[in-house]
């Protein structure tokens, strides 16, 4: 069994930092690609950032230049640093793994973190 466990959200005001963390854990043989998603009320779940095994990281326009994501893979962790943060990117986020477990192996399936809610406001 698998599980994703997010961490680091709550309120902050405009033009403020958060950092998130999400840890896997559970029977896992790898872990392939990672990210963060997020949902905001009333808006379809959307990608926010990704980073696959070997560390290339991909971006969605909006948050390019202000958010970073990171993975410590022998924590089995993901990161997402994010500054500059504005009310639009209030939301709650998610986290998702490719992972394969002992069980699946080789094939990979998705995971996904229970999410954190992030709230920018002053």
């Known amino acids: 069994q698998v599980q994703l466990v997010e961490s680091g959200g709550g309120l902050v005001q405009p033009g403020g930092s958060l950092r998130l963390s999400c840890a896997a854990s559970g029977t896992i043989f790898s872990i392939n690609a990672m990210g963060w998603y997020r949902q905001a009320p009333g808006k379809e779940r959307e990608l926010v950032a990704g980073?696959?095994?070997?560390?290339?990281?991909n971006y969605t326009d909006y948050v390019k230049g202000r958010f970073a994501i990171s993975r410590d893979n022998a924590k089995n962790t993901v990161y997402l640093q994010m500054n500059s943060l504005k009310p639009e990117d209030t939301a709650v986020y998610y986290c998702?793994?490719?992972?394969?477990?002992?069980?699946?192996?080789?094939?990979?399936?998705?995971?996904w973190g229970q999410g954190t809610q992030v709230t920018v406001s002053s």
């Open positions: 998702n793994a490719d992972i394969r477990t002992w069980n699946s192996y080789p094939n990979y399936r998705p995971y």
């Open positions: 980073i696959t095994s070997g560390g290339s990281t």
